[in-house]
């Protein structure tokens, strides 16, 4: 499965940005795909996840949460980061996984397939 992921560049703290992945694969359809970011000097977290299932409940971090917004589109191979009311400290590198199980995962290593992350820098 590859996951080409866009958008991010700089933006001012208040500001809102899009993420986009784009699974491609022959079972893009039936992934649980999430975001990760990774701060400098930091470990890799979640940031929010959908499951390829019709009906689940996203996640999102604590940090995020009212902030950030996932979605889907209808051939659900491409999912969406709607960041919203940006802070300095969402600066990071982010990241698109996904793993064929239903359930979204919070830790890094239950995802089988990674995309090269995409920076998101937020100004003050």
């Known amino acids: 499965v590859q996951l080409p992921a866009s958008g991010g560049g700089l933006v001012q703290a208040g500001g809102s940005s899009r993420l986009s992945c784009a699974a491609h694969?022959?079972?893009?359809?039936?992934?649980?795909i999430s975001w990760f970011r990774q701060a400098p000097g930091k470990e890799r977290e979640i940031v929010s996840g959908?499951?390829?299932?019709?009906?689940?409940?996203?996640y999102y971090a604590d940090s995020v949460k009212d902030r950030f917004s996932i979605s889907r589109d209808t051939p659900g191979n491409t999912v969406f980061l709607q960041m919203n009311s940006l802070k300095p400290e969402d600066t990071a590198v982010f990241y698109c996984?996904?793993?064929?199980?239903?359930?979204?995962?919070?830790?890094?290593?239950?995802?089988?397939?990674w995309g090269r992350g995409t920076l998101v820098t937020v100004s003050s």
């Open positions: 996984a996904a793993r064929p199980e239903s359930e979204i995962a919070t830790q890094p290593h239950e995802y089988d397939s």
């Open positions: 694969g022959r079972t893009s359809r039936t992934l649980t």
């Open positions: 959908i499951s390829w299932m019709r009906g689940g409940i996203p």
